[in-house]
């Protein structure tokens, strides 16, 4: 079995100051490893994703992410955030022998402040 | 259009009514995938569909029932419901080619459900 757990359920923070959202997983096999972003009204679209190689992914809107693996950690980061950055984001896992049957964590509201 | 689309985007409907909840992916995929989202929890794997076929159920009540005519549609039939399955419904696709997990989903913005 696998799960994602992010330990941060919000997170306020100013306009152009960095952020970083925590991501720990656990599974008893290989993973790939997700981060989704929810804008307001919409549905999730996919910010990066770690597959293999390189353990620095850089996603869109300037996001990064580091796997972990001897901590079993993804944590996402951004050096300077905007007001558009203002959304839910997700976590997810999926088990490399386990089909396509992503496992989200709990997701982290970021409220941007002016 | 583009994308994945679902409709309606809001739905209202008692415990008694029946209703379905339509998705459609223009993106050529060939897995489509319904998930559940509810407040204070996280996102619920329903059912994923690849090549128009049922690949996993996951442990979902009865009373919602998946169709997928074609690569193109996914359909959640939905019958008497109960209060808490109020949730936003999304539904999402993926090339599908190989199974592999390694794929990227892309998301509809959902259907709002509100059951009285």
């Given at each position: 079995?696998?799960?994602?757990?992010?330990?941060?359920?919000?997170?306020?923070?100013?306009?152009?100051?960095?952020?970083?959202?925590?991501?720990?997983?656990?599974?008893?096999?290989?993973?790939?490893?997700?981060?989704?972003?929810?804008?307001?009204n919409?549905?999730?679209?996919?910010?990066?994703?770690?597959?293999?190689?390189?353990?620095?992914?850089?996603?869109?809107?300037?996001?990064?992410?580091?796997?972990?693996?001897?901590?079993?950690?993804?944590?996402l980061?951004?050096?300077?955030?905007?007001?558009?950055?203002?959304?839910?984001?997700?976590?997810?896992?999926?088990?490399?022998?386990a089909?396509?049957?992503?496992?989200?964590?709990?997701?982290?509201r970021?409220?941007?402040?002016? | 259009?583009?994308?994945?689309?679902?409709?309606?985007?809001?739905?209202?409907?008692?415990?008694?009514?029946?209703?379905?909840?339509?998705?459609?992916?223009?993106?050529?995929?060939?897995?489509?995938?319904?998930y559940?989202?509810?407040?204070?929890?996280?996102l619920?794997?329903?059912?994923?569909?690849?090549?128009?076929?049922?690949?996993?159920?996951?442990?979902?009540p009865?009373?919602?029932?998946?169709?997928c005519?074609?690569?193109?549609?996914?359909?959640?039939h939905?019958?008497?419901?109960?209060?808490?399955?109020?949730?936003?419904?999304?539904?999402?696709?993926?090339?599908?080619?190989?199974?592999?997990?390694?794929?990227?989903?892309?998301?509809?913005?959902?259907?709002?459900?509100?059951?009285?």
């Open positions: 079995a696998q799960s994602v757990t992010q330990l941060d359920s919000q997170v306020p923070v100013f306009e152009e100051a960095p952020v970083e959202l925590r991501c720990n997983y656990s599974s008893s096999v290989s993973v790939y490893l997700f981060w989704y972003v929810q804008y307001p919409q549905g999730l679209q996919l910010l990066l994703k770690y597959l293999s190689g390189s353990t620095l992914v850089k996603g869109i809107n300037g996001f990064e992410a580091e796997f972990n693996k001897s901590q079993t950690s993804f944590h980061r951004k050096p300077s955030v905007h007001i558009s950055d203002t959304a839910e984001y997700f976590c997810a896992v999926n088990a490399k022998a089909g396509n049957k992503l496992t989200f964590g709990g997701g982290t970021v409220l941007v402040k002016p | 259009e583009t994308g994945v689309t679902q409709t309606p985007r809001h739905l209202v409907m008692g415990m008694t009514n029946k209703k379905s909840l339509k998705c459609e992916q223009h993106l050529g995929h060939n897995a489509m995938y319904w559940k989202q509810s407040a204070k929890k996280p619920e794997l329903m059912f994923v569909y690849s090549l128009e076929e049922r690949v996993e159920n996951n442990s979902v009865s009373r919602f029932s998946p169709e005519p074609n690569s193109s549609h996914l359909f959640l939905l019958h008497t419901l109960q209060p808490e399955d109020s949730a936003l419904y999304l539904c999402a696709s993926s090339q599908g080619n190989s199974g592999g997990p390694e794929e990227t989903q892309y998301f509809g913005p959902g259907t709002r459900l509100l059951v009285l």
